[in-house]
T-cell receptor, first 112, second 111 residues
Framework: GAVVSQHPSWVICKSGTSVKIECRSLDFQATTMFWYRQFPKQSLMLMATSNEGSKATYEQGVEKDKFLINHASLTLSTLTVTSAHPEDSSFYIC????????FGPGTRLLVL | DAKTTQPTSMDCAEGRAANLPCNHSTISGNEYVYWYRQIHSQGPQYIIHGLKNNETNEMASLIITEDRKSSTLILPHATLRDTAVYYCIVRRGAAGNKLTFGGGTRVLVKP
């Protein structure tokens, strides 16, 4: 299957700082990318859908000003968690739309 | 997208076939059945998908009932590395449509 990478794989930050997570499709072009969040022992929850060159579409209850998504190229999407707080600590996973949806390995964020 | 129902958990023996059921009784004609799995602390891995015909690839087989209201994912020879949460998802066929994850089935392969 197609390969999606994420960077960093884990990050620890102080409350109030911003954190950027990169998602790259390595061997295919992803016009559409998805960002998910997963809390311990729970399923994946879709946060937003981004299309290359346009604004992201956020799911209900997800603050667009807090979770900034940029999809500037067909192989790169970024998620920036602004002014992170401990409740933002979670496992963030991106998915790129190729023949089907392929997922990155995830980024574990811990906000102290 | 149609809702799916899966058992919460199941055990299977290493080397034996694992049969994972999924109910999607409200599926509509243009919706596909997708299966993904998530090994602990990793991103989901695509397994297989189908519309109405049975499908097979190097990982698994997908059997869809004639009325399309249920399906079964078959792992032909389960190994310890197949221990994961398996998600059955129904999604409209148009490219770019999102996947909605339910609770999945937690599969434990035992020696």
């Amino acid at each position: 299957g197609a390969v999606v990478s994420q960077h960093p794989s884990w990050v620890i930050c102080k409350s109030g700082t911003s954190v950027k997570i990169e998602c790259r499709s390595l061997d295919f072009q992803a016009t559409t990318m998805f960002w998910y969040r997963q809390f311990p022992k729970q399923s994946l929850m879709l946060m937003a859908t981004s299309n290359e060159g346009s604004k992201a579409t956020y799911e209900q209850g997800v603050e667009k000003d807090k979770f900034l998504i940029n999809h500037a190229s067909l192989t790169l999407s970024t998620l920036t968690v602004t002014s992170a707080h401990p409740e933002d600590s979670s496992f963030y996973i991106c998915g790129g739309m190729g023949e089907t949806q392929y997922f990155g390995p995830g980024t574990r964020l811990l906000v102290l | 997208d149609a809702k799916t129902t899966q058992p919460t958990s199941m055990d299977c023996a290493e080397g034996r076939a694992a049969n994972l059921p999924c109910n999607h009784s409200t599926i509509s004609g243009n919706e596909y059945v997708y299966w993904y799995r998530q090994i602990h602390s990793q991103g989901p891995q695509y397994i297989i998908h189908g519309l109405k015909n049975n499908e097979t690839n190097e990982m698994a087989s997908l059997i869809i009932t004639e009325d399309r209201k249920s399906s079964t994912l078959i792992l032909p020879h389960a190994t310890l590395r197949d221990t994961a949460v398996y998600y059955c998802i129904v999604r409209r066929g148009a490219a770019g449509n999102k996947l909605t994850f339910g609770g999945g089935t937690r599969v434990l392969v035992k020696p």
